[in-house]
């Protein structure tokens, strides 16, 4: 039981660090993270905020 517990606890830990990393939506770290990935790999509202934040 113990060990099912760490276990989540690292997973949550993990989750919360790379997304605390991540850089804000529409910010221009993100835009240009974006223009490196794939368009195909974008999803629906990746490709709105992009046309909303980074297109003149």
Partial sequence: M??????ALA??????TLV???????????C???EHIPKSDWT???TSDFAKSCMP
């Fill in 2 to 7: 113990t060990h099912k517990v760490m276990i």
């Fill in 11 to 16: 997973a949550m830990m993990v989750t919360m």
């Fill in 20 to 30: 605390a990393c991540a850089p804000e939506i529409g910010s221009r770290d993100w």
């Fill in 32 to 34: 240009n993270t974006m």
């Fill in 44 to 46: 629906a509202n990746q």
